[in-house]
């Protein structure tokens, strides 16, 4: 029942988002407009990022634009690096990138906080932030401020999984020298836990996992890691991804460009990035659902991280989040912002949760 509900509030969610795509599409199509062929650099070399992120947003902008916004989406390494889709977009090569804005976080660890991490709330509660509490405001404001580019949401993940690892994983002790592949703050706190991180690009992920060279990796939810194939190469499944309970990504825009464009035109990027950002919630959480019964095939064992490991990781995102903000405007203010955000929403799973028989 409570599914069923949620399914319906998503489905009337980007239905909105469609009629006032609509309007926008008929007011630019009655005023007339230049036409545009932007390239889009990715951090992607393939898979659901790409396919109904990247690309599904250039598909929807071209038709809403009545053909006039035409972007050629490139994979990552081909226009630039992929962990710098930001610094490629800033620097004109490409007039727009997608990517995940944590992979900016030793530049401004402020970025993890939109990015999402170890103690963030979970992509219902991030969706809700960015669009009716001020979130994707503040983001924009704060890309536009530290980095001089323009930065609207565009795709949402799922709770992660925690690791497709070659060694079972399930305890603090187990942590302990692991060789995992991670990115953005992540790094330095499963460090802190006794891990021992490093940061590639996802096209280097699975040789290093078939060759050893990492023990382990995170990378995205239960669906989107089927694509890459870890599980091929990494028996264990390891669930669930406290260290990332929601991953919302960026669409990045040179501001030059941005500048130049018309309000409706604008508008029409703008909502067209919503609409695809619901219509990856929604697929996402859908295959999640139909995606273990794959790896329970393939011969993977799925293991369950013990609950003090799971409270001890919440606890170092929080303590670094707490260390962090100080002396870090930006991050005050936008970490300030989710903390006021639990505040109003702490009763929720008390009026919004019916009880159920277990089936």
């Known amino acids: ?47 659901p990022l790409m396919d109904i992120g990247a690309k599904a947003f250039a598909e929807r902008l071209e038709f809403f634009s009545g053909g006039r916004m035409k972007v050629q989406v490139f994979p990552g390494g081909a226009l630039g690096n992929a962990l710098k889709v930001s610094e490629t977009v800033k620097n004109g090569v490409a007039e727009m990138g997608h990517t995940w804005m944590g992979y900016d976080w030793g530049a401004d660890p402020t970025t993890v906080v939109f990015g999402g991490y170890a103690g963030s709330f979970n992509s219902e509660y991030m969706l809700h932030w960015l669009y009716e509490a001020g979130g994707a405001e503040l983001q924009r404001q704060f890309r536009e401020e530290k980095f001089g580019i323009i930065s609207i949401p565009l795709f949402i993940r799922t709770s992660e999984v925690f690791l497709h690892s070659r060694k079972p994983v399930k305890t603090m002790e187990d942590l302990k020298g692991l060789k995992l592949r991670t990115a953005g703050a992540w790094i330095e706190m499963s460090k802190e836990l006794g891990a021992s991180p490093v940061t590639t690009p996802g096209g280097e992920i699975y040789p290093a996992l078939e060759r050893g060279v990492i023990d ?144």
Not at 272 to 289: H, M, N, P, Y
Request: charged share 25%; glycine share 8%; net charge positive.
């Open 1 to 47: 029942m409570q599914e069923g509900r949620r399914r319906a509030l998503k489905a009337l969610g980007a239905a909105g988002v469609l009629a006032a795509v609509a309007g926008t599409r008929e007011a630019a199509a009655q005023k007339g407009g230049p036409s545009y062929s932007f390239k889009m650099t990715t951090g992607w070399a393939g898979g």
């Open 216 to 359: 382990a990796t995170e990378w995205g939810t239960l669906w989107e890691n089927i694509s890459p194939g870890f599980y091929k190469v990494a028996k264990y499944l390891i669930v669930p991804g406290v260290h990332q309970p929601t991953a919302p990504f960026e669409l990045c825009i040179n501001k030059g460009v941005w500048d130049k464009l018309s309000p409706e035109d604008r508008k029409l990027i703008e909502l067209t990035a919503k609409l695809v950002t619901f219509e990856t919630f929604t697929r996402i959480g859908q295959e999640d659902a139909k995606s273990l019964d794959v790896y329970r095939k393939a011969g993977n064992e799925i293991v369950e991280l013990d609950p003090e490991v799971q409270y001890a990781v919440r606890e170092q995102g929080y303590a670094w989040a707490e260390k962090t903000k100080v002396g870090n405007p930006w991050f005050d203010k936008a970490y300030t912002s989710q903390r006021e955000f639990e505040i109003l929403w702490k009763d929720a799973p008390h009026y919004r949760n019916v009880k159920v028989r277990p089936t």
